[in-house]
């Protein structure tokens, strides 16, 4: 249901955009007339110069008006994701905006001027209104937004037709400072430094390899995507006003891409351990009896106002779970806490923005000085929604960013044959926002795969690689090494079988295929109980205690 004092704010505003346009003035002709937007379309496939309040914005390649890109505002109930631009303008000049815009309530408009909006859910249309500058203006920045809680809005074809800008602001940002990588793999580099400033305003970054410029930053940190393998490049970052006053060159830094093949080098055996259920086992007592030197800890939660618990409910620190870290770290080993999962509070869901997520995501990396962290994207929260799943990925961007070699995971369910429309959007958002996601691990179980689960597993990890090979440009032993594997051992819900024979088969495959991670649901449930059923200690079929533990230890990548 419709808030109503949201409502009476929409026609208030409504109601403001036309006086604006009832005292507007039509654009002269003239032949200096053009679009002065920079990505009006979002074709370069990034969000630059845009900037989006919340990181809610990405670039989708479906719905589009034009070209084969747009913009998505993934809206949520506090935040109207605002995208704009601010580009120079001509004092005492007439400009023209227009754009195409699908959604519920869209709005179109200039900062301090006018603006347009529309509800149209179902197909693109068009807006447009005119402003004329004021007597010393030199900059004027547009922007698109959805409304609150009213869902994701797109985006197409913006056009702020007028002279280019220039004026009186001759005077160039100061220099970025602290140029740094803090990750790269065969085909890309991440970059952060620290912001500039500037007597109007800083617009963008322009990164520079040598003398070409790669790309346009909105914000203090990108990655630098599509470079050749084993290859060394040198970086530098310049700043830039809306003026086009472009400050001097930072410190360079200097990277030497990974091999052709090696992905991300990271390699994980990591079996999950729920020490909320199914009687859990002294990880050291399991270490000592199978090898394994990761585990999976699941799972962490919102125990409210966007703060993370073990199972939303048990301390982060202090109790049962630290617990267990502190052996499994005794005894050599070490964990990745899962965020997410089937049931309870999810943070993912609940936080109100990518930078609540993403503070949230961090308290827990302190807390454990982690070297790794999984979201497990399950369920219509998270997993079906949208602005979650971009919420979700521009958080793991974000923490990555600020915690150099952290590894980021998502784990997410499957069909037989690959990702479901769900995961090509997760995977496909990933891509749009530069997420660097190290390993994208499916879940190939609870799909109705029937008795052959080798052969629906390895169908289904081919789907993914072929789905990661179209999306980033990858070759096979790339794509092969952000993969990940998460099975069910024993009876999964829907009766399915993966014996010890079975997973000895995924984890040998696993091995010749040189993906990242090979993990199952759960310890807890290592033990045997023929005909037990599907129960939370046992996995329900004859085996070995700990068994399928052994069998994950030898995975080696």
């Known amino acids: 249901m419709r808030n109503p004092l949201r409502r009476s704010r929409v026609l208030a505003l409504l109601g403001t955009a036309a006086l604006a346009l009832a005292g507007a003035v039509a654009l002269p002709g003239t032949a200096q007339a053009a679009n002065v937007l920079t990505n009006p379309g979002f074709e370069s496939g990034s969000l630059s110069p845009w900037t989006c309040t919340g990181n809610l914005g990405s670039v989708v390649s479906s719905p589009v008006h034009g070209g084969s890109k747009a913009l998505a505002g993934a809206v949520s109930s506090s935040d109207n994701a605002q995208c704009s631009q601010t580009v120079p303008v001509q004092p005492n000049t007439t400009y023209s905006l227009s754009g195409w815009v699908r959604g519920s309530y869209v709005y179109l408009g200039v900062n301090g001027g006018a603006s ?125 006003d809306a003026a086009g006053n472009t400050s001097g060159a930072s410190n360079s830094v200097s990277v030497t891409t990974d091999a052709g093949g090696g992905g991300t080098g990271f390699k994980q055996a990591a079996p999950y351990l729920y020490e909320g259920w199914g009687d859990p086992p002294s990880p050291s007592t399991v270490m000592s009896a199978t090898g394994v030197k990761w585990f999976t800890m699941a799972f962490v939660l919102d125990s409210g106002g966007c703060n993370p618990a073990w199972d939303g409910s048990r301390p982060l620190t202090g109790g049962a779970d630290q617990s267990a870290i502190n052996q499994i770290r005794a005894a050599g080993g070490d964990i990745v806490p899962s965020f997410g999962g089937w049931q309870g509070s999810k943070l993912g869901a609940n936080c109100s923005s990518a930078s609540a997520l993403a503070a949230a995501l961090q308290k827990v990396i302190d807390a454990y000085s982690l070297k790794a962290i999984d979201m497990d994207i399950e369920n219509t929260d998270e997993f079906e929604n949208e602005a979650v799943q971009a919420r979700i990925l521009t958080a793991l961007k974000t923490v990555k960013a600020n915690n150099p070699g952290l590894k980021t995971i998502v784990t997410f369910g499957t069909s037989t044959t690959g990702p479901t429309y769900y995961g090509n959007r997760l995977i496909e958002q990933a891509q749009s926002l530069g997420a660097n996601i190290d390993v994208f691990t499916i879940m190939p179980f609870d799909f109705g795969g029937g008795s052959d689960m080798y052969g629906s597993t390895v169908n289904a990890t081919e789907g993914l690689k072929a789905k990661l090979k179209s999306t980033f440009g990858w070759d096979d032993a790339t794509a092969y090494s952000h993969i990940g594997i998460s099975g069910m051992n024993g009876l999964s819900d829907q009766q399915e079988n993966t014996t010890p024979a079975i997973w000895t088969q995924i984890r040998d495959w696993a091995n010749s295929h040189h993906i990242a991670r090979l993990a199952f649901w759960s310890v807890n449930r290592d033990r045997p109980c023929p005909g037990g059923g599907v129960v939370s200690n046992c996995s329900g079929i004859s085996q070995s205690t700990w068994q399928f533990t052994s069998i994950t230890a030898g995975f080696t990548g």
């Open 116 to 240: 347009a909006w529309t509800t149209s859910p179902s197909a693109y249309s068009q807006l447009s209104v005119s402003f004329t500058t004021g007597a010393s203006q030199t900059s004027a920045t547009v922007y698109v937004h959805g409304w609150y809680a009213q869902g994701t809005y797109y985006a197409d074809d913006i056009s702020l037709d007028g002279p280019g800008g220039g004026g009186s602001d001759t005077q160039a940002p100061s220099t970025p400072t602290g140029l740094a990588s803090t990750g790269k793999t065969s085909s890309s580099v991440s970059l952060k430094w620290n912001a500039s400033t500037d007597n109007v305003g800083v617009t963008g970054y322009d990164v520079y390899s040598g003398s070409n410029r790669l790309l346009t930053a909105s914000g203090t940190s990108t990655t630098v995507s599509g470079l050749s393998p084993s290859t060394a490049y040198t970086f530098t970052v310049r700043a830039r």
